[in-house]
């Protein structure tokens, strides 16, 4: 590795999207720039993988759909980045007396969902009561969703360019517990449900939870591109990486070395440096600014040894499955077939009461009785990620993102509750099919199940995720409540030159590309 030079404009410390977004802007300016990347593979949560041996599917093994990555990003650095809106948004099941009741929403089409809803519940409140809360939303997103690629305002700017006819929206979902509005516009447990969802991806939270973390969660998953709709990366995320990763080489500025463990991060007032060992040799190399895409707790801890905020970090609450399938099983629905509920996100035991009763099951140490869950099928949208042998065979993909699973349940003994917890969520989909998940499930090479779990627990061991969380941390609102953050990026630390640029950043989390946007703007804006 004699490639590695002494000295950089900048050091990006972790190869996910972020880190890969702020180094193509860094080069794109003429900045040289060194990633260093501990694992073998790039991209970090979102890369894709072979994760079956002998099958030739690419799987988005961590994180699987894109809603907040910025338009402005892709123009910016010219990627050629394909996304596709998925026909269905959501199929809802509920049994209820070994009845079936279900709520399918289209994408794009109201009046379908206005004939869904009215069958569900025999009346259009909720449906107005929906589309009420959606307006909202809107709202919200029209000032939010633009600011989150310039620097920080204040709480209440940020509230006055919402206007009056936005104060409603504002006191709603920003300054009252979300349940609140929930409950006054909606009255089906199930729908309720549904909505309740977004505000709790990854994180332990309860619709009246004082701490408004939910409200924070739901925000940044109802605003991307100003709509919230949830998109499919055609090709994987892999995909998006494999672009950022040939804009970045193609300036010729920007060096990646993988299997690289970073030691040591000393902070100058000029110029800092970035201790690292790589194939048994210990390099040492110094640049103007290094750019964190690790968590803030491994950039406290290579700064200055210290474990950070570890005692106040949310733990991550998130559980992921990944499967193939050699067909989509049949459902128990008489109203809609397996390519209808399997291709947006289908609902799995995520009634509202369900959920509170399953989120204090989990606090009190208890895998959840019906954990809450929810399914996407990629391949339905692009199935490009399939060999054409898998394709004409008619295998799919499908992605189970569990919640209420919090690290603290899997510390002690992750295999054993990893594999109670896998099993009843094949029994919460079981519930809604005529034929057992586990029929269906493709063979790998060595004839075992394509399937595979992830805890809290494996998502810190695989790719470094403190305590399991998704978001890095405690996520962030838009705005700033601190004087001094006005006119900030968001990404700043105690050390002027030493940033963050990853999901522990303000305004982070999510596959966003957003915090190395704004840790390349910082930097340019400095070098000036």
Same mark, same amino acid.
């Given at each position: 590795m004699n490639s590695i030079k002494s000295s950089y404009d900048a050091?990006?410390?972790? /190869?996910?999207?972020?880190?890969?977004?702020?180094?193509?802007?860094?080069?794109?300016?003429?900045? /040289?720039?060194?990633?260093?990347? &501990?694992? +073998?593979?790039?991209?970090?949560?979102?890369?894709?993988? &072979?994760?079956?041996?002998?099958?030739?599917?690419?799987?988005?093994?961590?994180s699987y759909l894109v809603s907040l990555f910025p338009e402005k990003i892709v123009k910016d650095l010219g990627l050629n980045l394909q996304l596709r809106s998925r026909k269905t948004a959501s199929w809802t099941p509920v049994l209820e007396n070994g009845k079936l009741r279900e709520l399918l929403i289209r994408n794009g089409d109201p009046d379908a969902n206005r004939e869904a809803f009215l069958r569900h519940t025999g009346n259009e409140d909720d449906y107005r009561g929906y589309l009420e809360l959606q307006e909202m939303q809107k709202d919200l997103a029209?000032?939010?969703?633009?600011? %989150? +690629? +310039?620097?920080?305002? /204040?709480?209440s700017t940020m509230r006055r360019q919402l206007g009056r006819e936005g104060e409603r929206a504002w006191q709603a979902l920003i300054e009252e517990p979300l349940g609140n509005v929930i409950e006054r516009l909606i009255s089906d447990d199930l729908i309720r449900g549904m909505v309740f969802t977004d505000a709790r991806i990854g994180i332990p939270t309860f619709p009246h939870d004082p701490s408004l973390i939910q409200n924070r969660s739901f925000l940044y998953h109802v605003i991307g591109r100003g709509t919230g709709d949830w998109r499919v990366p055609v090709g994987?995320?892999?995909?998006?990486?494999?672009?950022? $990763?040939? $804009?970045?080489?193609? +300036?010729? &500025?920007?060096?990646i070395v993988t299997e690289a463990k970073v030691a040591h991060v000393s902070p100058g007032k000029k110029r800092s440096s970035v201790e690292f060992e790589l194939d048994g040799k210990v390099y040492e190399v110094d640049a103007s600014f290094v750019l964190c895409n690790a968590s803030a707790?491994?950039?406290?801890?290579?700064?200055?040894?210290?474990?950070? /905020?570890?005692?106040?970090?949310?733990?991550?609450?998130?559980?992921?499955?990944?499967?193939?399938?050699?067909? %989509?099983?049949?459902l128990r629905s008489k109203r809609w077939a397996p390519a209808d509920a399997f291709a947006g996100t289908f609902h799995i035991d995520e009634g509202y009461e369900q959920m509170l009763t399953s989120y204090h099951e989990s606090m009190a140490g208890k895998v959840p009785t019906k954990p809450p869950g929810e399914i996407y099928c990629h391949t339905l949208t692009d199935n490009s990620i399939l060999s054409e042998d898998l394709n004409r065979l008619g295998y799919h993909t499908l992605t189970l993102f569990g919640l209420d699973m919090p690290y603290r349940l899997f510390k002690e003994d992750n295999d054993r509750v990893q594999a109670e917890v896998l099993a009843k969520y094949l029994v919460g989909i079981n519930q809604f099919l005529e034929e057992p998940i586990e029929s269906c499930l493709a063979k790998d090479a060595n004839g075992d199940p394509c399937i595979e779990a992830m805890s809290p627990v494996d998502l810190e061991n695989k790719i470094h995720l403190p305590k399991g969380n998704i978001f890095h941390g405690d996520l962030t609102w838009p705005f700033t409540d601190l004087d001094d953050d006005v006119g900030q990026w968001g990404v700043e630390t105690e050390h002027a030159n030493i940033? %963050?640029?990853g999901s522990s950043a303000k305004r982070g989390g999510a596959v966003s590309g957003i915090p190395g946007h704004n840790a390349a703007r910082k930097v340019l804006e400095m070098t000036r």
């Open positions: 050091v990006i410390v972790g /190869s996910g999207h972020n880190g890969l977004v702020a180094a193509c802007y860094l080069a794109k300016a003429g900045l /040289s720039v060194l990633i260093v990347e &501990r694992n +073998t593979e790039i991209g970090g949560a979102t890369q894709s993988k &072979r994760a079956f041996v002998g099958v030739d599917a690419r799987l988005s093994v961590y029209s000032i939010v969703w633009p600011s %989150l +690629t +310039t620097p920080l305002v /204040s709480r994987g995320m892999g995909a998006l990486i494999n672009e950022l $990763v040939q $804009v970045a080489l193609a +300036t010729g &500025r920007v060096e707790q491994v950039l406290a801890k290579l700064t200055d040894g210290q474990n950070g /905020s570890d005692a106040n970090l949310i733990e991550g609450a998130g559980f992921k499955v990944n499967m193939l399938l050699k067909r %989509l099983p049949k940033l %963050l640029c």
